[in-house]
């Protein structure tokens, strides 16, 4: 692995800053009396690492301008917003078991709707789920994951986005993050020795 930088960002509201959408729905798609909805910010979350963070970074310490983004669950689920809305602002992705089931699967919804309009060229995202289920828990997000990868990625290929998707049977969504990562960065570094230009200094 190359020198690099990384910058750890401390989250204080994790369901504010990380979804994109605010919403009362829970995992398994039902809205109850009394939920509130919540969420939404992750079109200003991104717009602080990108206009406040980044050149804060850059101002004391060396950078190339290649950045990188990872995140895992709402996490993972932002950074898959950043690539489908602001592609730009990151060269490559990693996004771990994303919390796809918020608001109803709105993410997938999205892609249908914008995919065809963006232009991925130059970027890449690697995309792990864990395939485990979690004991007393109904979720959508599993049937959704299904549907990511098999509609989405593709649509997202022909959009000239490299990418790499993978399913961790053994893992649930609270253990497939470290194993995760590892492989993500294993796997886009190995194919950077092959010939793909990858960023160094990641943010």
């Keep these: 692995l190359p020198p690099c930088i990384v910058v750890a960002v401390l989250n204080t509201n ?18 109850r009396p009394g939920d509130k909805p919540e969420g939404g910010g992750a079109g200003q979350f991104c717009r602080f690492l990108t206009e406040e963070l980044r050149p804060a970074v850059e101002q004391n310490l060396p950078v190339n301008g290649q950045h990188l983004l990872a995140g895992h669950s709402y996490a993972g689920l932002f950074t898959l917003h950043v690539l489908l809305n602001y592609p730009g602002a990151f060269d490559t992705y990693i996004a771990i078991d994303p919390s796809l089931w918020w608001d109803k699967g709105y993410f997938q919804k999205q892609v249908e709707r914008q995919v065809d309009k963006v232009d991925f060229s130059g970027k890449q995202l690697y995309v792990a789920f864990a395939t485990q289920p979690r004991p007393g828990r109904k979720l959508i997000h599993f049937p959704l994951t299904d549907d990511f990868i098999g509609s989405a990625v593709p649509r997202m290929e022909k959009r000239h986005l490299r990418v790499v998707s993978k399913k961790f049977p053994e893992e649930t969504h609270g253990t497939v993050a470290l194993p ?6 294993k796997t886009l570094f190995f194919r950077s020795a092959v010939g793909i230009s990858l960023p160094n200094k990641p943010l």
Excluded: E, I, K, N
Aim: glycine share 12%; hydrophobic share 30%; charged share 30%.
């Design 180 to 185: 995760g990562f590892y492989d993500g960065l």
């Design 14 to 31: 994790r369901t504010r800053d990380l979804t994109p959408t605010c919403s009362a729905a829970r995992r398994d798609g039902a809205v």
